[in-house]
């Protein structure tokens, strides 16, 4: 039967950089889940013969959110769910899975990188027939919709049994359960030659993956553990569970500890990596070495042509506008299109779809290309061992043949989190209307070239981005400044340095970067307006 539900709005639900994210408890909230699915498809409209994919990184409340979705899916007339078994399925694997079965949009219940738990966060992430999150005109429209709400429709009926694959039926809407693995390890398959893979780990080579108990441990171990070869218990972490273990699931120097352990010890295996909570983020680390998420661009970039998808040549790349500058040297030497986006990978969909791009990535621990339309983390390790394996060197050898090749972007990112979301806006409107005063002023050593908003027109569809404010330096150093657009509550003001130096390339960046820290400091105004006088995250 179906069931109308009377509710009231809630005016906070606008999505950010990673569709709608939030506290769990918030998302727990009456009705609060229900109101933005039904803003969703009230959005979309006519939902007979709409069919979408379903799934989630396994984190508190999924099941639950899935279930509810089921039955108002239902309740709403759509044609049919494809779900990944138990509810799970990683962001890049949903966005196959969409692409492959032409569905008209999917949904993946992870609030990403951002730790799990009923005392954690809960999000939910839109992705329309593209194959990508939704571009901004469709997720204000929800917004709007979001406020008016005043019902929503749902299936009064039993749970669905997530755990067993294939058909069944709610109402007139159809149900397929699928296995979350199998075509995604397909498609990686097609991709990347896994014979010379498997040869790499007969010869010896080891590795160490952190699942951090979130969605990618049963990818994982399938793929390096059962089909590659990789040593039992080469992947770490790898039951999903809904707190994650209490870990947080965020790959980077300052949440990674237990593998970033493993690594900088004496007996460290030859490669390490992790992956976020949904899979679409990865961290790259060799023996006491960490490699830079813009360099990890930069150096797939130069490589493509080790990978057989790729060998016959690629569109372009792209990168976010905070990212280093690294990729634009490789792309200009392979005499490549290159493109500079704003913060959200839905940004790189338009010029994926038109061909533009090929390869993308940002410096958030985000890489993928056009086999989706999301970031892909394991496809990121695969791209890597790619390269290990065809060229026989280290992820050091790799990194540093590459530094001496272009030359290095030092790069680090600070970020002050916590801030009253008041006092953080404020800081961001006064930093832009005295940019233009900062043009030709000098700040020790360093002197500010130019100092502008960065503003993006997309090519495609024409819309115009403002996102994150620049201080470009005389002689290649910039400062990015933006607002964070994933947080689950208050602000977090990221500081973005970059230091090129084409000769210098053994330094330590946080030494590189030092003068540059301060001179972002003091531009920007942080400690006097928000008292902080150092980051609290640095990645
Ligand atoms: C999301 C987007 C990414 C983006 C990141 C930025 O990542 O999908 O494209 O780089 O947010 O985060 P922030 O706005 O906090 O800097 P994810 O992995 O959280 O979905």
């Known amino acids: ?15 950010g950089t990673g569709g709608l994210r939030k506290k769990t408890k918030v998302m727990m909230q009456e009705n609060y889940f229900e109101n933005f699915i039904q803003s969703i498809f009230n959005t979309i409209g006519d939902l007979s013969g709409k069919v979408f994919v379903v799934g989630g990184d396994g984190r508190y409340y999924n099941d639950k959110a899935i279930q509810q979705f089921i039955k108002m899916a239902a309740a709403n007339n759509v044609a049919k769910l494809i ?35 009923l005392n954690g966060d809960f999000g939910i992430k839109y992705a329309n027939e593209t194959g990508g999150q939704i571009p901004t005109s ?15 429709k ?26 979350s693995v199998k075509d995604y390890v397909e498609m990686m398959e097609n991709i990347f030659d896994f014979e010379a ?12 993956f952190d699942a951090f108990n979130a969605v990618t441990g049963p990818y994982a171990i399938k793929i390096f553990e059962e089909i590659l070869g990789a040593k039992k218990g080469s992947v770490i972490n790898s039951n999903p569970l809904p707190d994650f273990g209490g ?94 986006v704003p913060t959200g990978w839905k940004y790189f969909v338009n010029l994926m779809d038109s061909k533009r ?91 500010v070239d130019k100092a502008y908003p960065f503003i993006y027109n997309d090519p495609v569809d024409k819309s115009s981005t403002k996102n994150g404010l620049i201080v470009d330096f005389i002689g290649g150093s910039r400062i990015v400044y933006r607002l964070s657009g994933t947080g689950s509550s208050g602000a977090t003001l990221r500081v973005y340095l970059e230091n090129y130096d084409k000769e210098k390339i053994d330094n330590n960046p946080r030494q590189m970067l030092e003068t540059l820290l301060s001179v972002a400091m003091e531009i920007a105004e942080i400690t006097s307006r928000t008292g902080k006088k150092e980051a609290d995250v640095v990645t």
């Open 138 to 152: 469709i997720s204000d429209k929800i917004y709007e919709n979001s406020k008016k709400i005043s019902e929503y």
């Open 1 to 15: 039967m179906i069931k109308t539900i009377k509710t009231t709005p809630y005016d906070d639900q606008k999505m």
């Open 83 to 117: 779900i990944g078994q138990n509810g799970l399925l990683s962001t890049p694997a949903s966005s196959n899975i969409l692409l492959k079965n032409k569905t008209d949009g999917g949904f993946v219940f992870s609030a990403s990188h951002n730790p799990g738990g």
């Open 357 to 447: 791009i090929t390869l993308c990535g940002e410096e958030s621990f985000g890489t993928g290309s056009s086999h989706i339309r999301e970031k892909d983390g394991i496809w990121a390790v695969l791209f890597w061992l790619s390269i290990i394996a065809k060229t026989g060197m280290s992820v050091e050898q790799i990194t540093r043949d590459h530094w001496k090749k272009y030359g290095r972007s030092y790069y680090l990112r600070f970020d002050f989190e916590g801030l009253d979301t008041k006092v953080a806006d404020k800081l961001m409107a006064d930093l832009e209307e005295k940019l233009s005063s900062l043009n030709g002023k000098t700040f020790g050593s360093y002197q």
């Open 247 to 340: 870990k947080h699931p965020d790959p980077n120097m300052t949440y990674a500890t237990e593998l970033l352990a493993i690594m900088n010890s004496d007996s460290a295996p030859d490669f390490g990596a992790a992956n976020d909570g949904d899979g679409d983020r990865n961290m790259i680390l060799g023996k006491k070495f960490f490699v830079s998420p813009s360099d990890s661009l930069a150096i797939l970039t130069d490589y493509y042509q080790l990978i057989p998808a790729y060998k016959n040549g690629i569109y372009g790349v792209a990168k976010s506008c905070p990212t280093s500058t690294a990729v634009s040297r490789v792309a200009k030497a392979h005499n490549l299109p290159y493109y500079e």
């Open 154 to 179: 749902i299936y009064d009926a039993p749970d669905i049994d997530l755990s067993k694959l294939g058909k069944s039926k709610l109402g007139n809407m159809e149900i397929e359960v699928i296995d």
């Open 197 to 208: 893979l498997k040869k790499l780990f007969r010869n010896g080579f080891t590795m160490k």
